[in-house]
């Protein structure tokens, strides 16, 4: 038996759910040549893991890594947590198709990060992404943004017959190139103009690809239920797999819709639904601030929402506070933070809009608005919207998984910008950390089979996720007793403690604890 690593003494935890075991873990080339007792067998490197667990390498359900892996392909942030395989595309937004407006909206995201490729289709950017080599797996979805602005731009309108069809073209074309289903962002332009048969006819054709859908819903918060109950119906009428992104309830006033939306998915599955879900364990979330505008000021793209910033704020507050008439009111932006910024106000990262307010001297909602002119809309936030009891509550259902929902980072260099969340440096080690040995919420191999069986499964990843034989040898190895997150809202870039080695592909990336440099990520089709 040729074998170039032998992870011997370990405790197996497969990512099937199954009690862990002791076993020893052969590795050869790109594969598990073999989970056993392999006392007498041979090795190019032997490692003795006594007293720690291996399992196999951990997926992010949730990644939006499009641009910035080209940036920086090291993702240090995901390696150092054990994270082998991000599904990316999420929330609307992938890497392509990118033609015209979709491409056009776009290009601020490629200049913050120096980017000088260009491209309009799945295949040239799975080329490029191949060029810079990458230190994980990479696996999309396509967006549904994307082709919409493609064909019809930013315009709130219903889309003709022939603009349906050049979606399809676009949707089929994703597919073939290798994208396992599709997103929506129904909070995002143009997501948001897009009325519920259009994303049954587009879910339907995914559906005939084998794909999933994937969808950010068109509320997470006053409109849950309706939301909930659209994904079932786009679900039920199209025939496909649905898959719910960050599932939550949003605004303590929604705190108490999470029944029934247990209750709704509950019955769907009756109905022998699939819907699953993600998410990640932290109560606060995180995106553009830009979100808090109502959907009217995105028509048109970028440069017409700049323009309603300077010549339409009456209205815009009118409708800010028709939707949140809690923003009036300095509690509701004490819970959001700045996260990301420009140069120029680069002091109010880790601030809340209004301690912002306070320091300016000006209105809360004015202090939004001028920020996001500053900064060209390019500014992130945190908000602090969520419960704790409800994320117990969702991490425990035997269909969700787990998801960082942010991009891959690293340590140093253009990603390293900003106060963003700490989820995408600490989610998976904070799982097996607090809400498996601290809290007892979740066994072991239930945690571990939610970062790896279960997404492998969701989203058809072939041969990954978990720990048997001739898969392939993705793999994490940590110390069950001191795994935890160390990154917080104040230091986001803080590594996890109690991961020793993490494989992609059978070469370490992360070896007794460091980084290796190694860039052996593959296209996942």
Not at 196 to 204: D, F, G, W
Not at 309 to 316: A, K
Request: aromatic fraction near 8%; hydrophobic fraction near 40%.
């Amino acid at each position: 038996m040729a074998i170039d690593y032998l992870l011997k003494n370990g405790m197996v935890v497969d990512g099937t759910g199954r009690e862990p075991v002791r076993a020893d873990v052969a590795v050869e080339g790109s594969r598990i040549k073999d989970v056993d007792d392999l006392s007498g067998a041979g090795a190019t490197r032997t490692i003795d893991i006594e007293g720690l667990c291996v399992c196999p390498g951990f997926i992010d359900t949730h990644a939006h890594s499009e641009f910035v892996l080209l940036a920086d392909g090291r993702a240090e942030g995901k390696v150092s947590q054990g994270i082998t395989t991000e599904i990316n595309g999420n929330c609307g937004m992938s890497a392509a198709p990118l033609y015209g407006p979709a491409l056009e909206q776009r290009e601020s995201d490629l200049e913050q990060l120096h980017i000088k490729e260009r491209w309009n289709t799945f295949p040239e950017y799975f080329e490029i992404l191949k060029k810079k080599k990458i230190a994980v797996n990479f696996a999309t979805l396509v967006g549904h943004g994307n082709i919409r602005a493609s064909v019809a731009g930013y315009s709130d309108r219903q889309l003709s017959e022939k603009e349906m069809d050049e979606m399809v073209r676009l949707l089929w074309e994703a597919m073939d190139a290798g994208a396992k289903g599709l997103s929506t962002g129904l909070i995002y332009p143009p997501g948001i103009y897009s009325g519920t048969s259009e994303i049954i006819n587009l879910a339907r054709e995914t559906a005939k690809h084998g794909g999933i859908y994937a969808t950010h819903m068109r509320s997470e918060g006053d409109m849950l239920m309706e939301s909930i109950v659209e994904v079932v119906n786009i679900a039920s009428e199209s025939g496909i797999q649905a898959h719910i992104s960050h599932l939550k309830a949003s605004g303590e006033k929604n705190w108490n819709k999470l029944k029934g939306v247990f209750e709704t998915l509950d019955l769907a599955a009756e109905k022998g639904l699939k819907i699953t879900c993600d998410r990640y364990p932290y109560i606060a979330s995180s995106t553009d601030l830009d979100a808090v505008l109502p959907s009217w000021a995105f028509e048109g793209g970028r440069k017409e929402e700049l323009k309603r910033l300077r010549s339409e704020r009456d209205r815009l507050v009118k409708d800010i506070l028709k939707e949140h008439p809690e923003a009036s009111g300095r509690d509701f932006w004490e819970k959001i933070v700045v996260s990301t910024s420009g140069t120029r106000n680069k002091w109010m990262e880790g601030k809340s809009i209004a301690e912002i307010s306070g320091i300016g001297k000006k209105p809360l909602i004015d202090t939004v608005f001028d920020l996001l002119l500053e900064e060209n809309l390019n500014v992130g936030a945190i908000f602090f919207l969520m419960s704790e009891e409800n994320l117990c509550s969702i991490m425990k259902r035997d269909y969700m998984a787990v998801g960082t929902d942010s991009a891959a980072r690293s340590y140093d260099g253009v990603t390293a910008e900003g106060k963003p969340h700490p989820r995408g440096f600490g989610s998976c080690p904070r799982v097996l950390g607090k809400y498996v040995r601290e809290d007892r919420m979740l066994t072991l191999p239930e945690a571990v089979h939610k970062m790896t069986g279960l997404p492998a499964g969701i989203f058809k990843l072939k041969e990954r996720g978990i720990l048997a034989k001739d898969y392939f040898a993705d793999i994490t190895v940590f110390d069950p007793e001191k795994i935890i997150d160390t990154a917080d809202f104040n230091d986001p870039f803080r590594r996890p403690e109690g991961i020793h080695y993490v494989f992609v592909n059978g070469e370490p990336v992360l070896a007794e604890g460091r980084i290796t440099g190694a860039m052996p990520g593959r296209v996942l089709k």
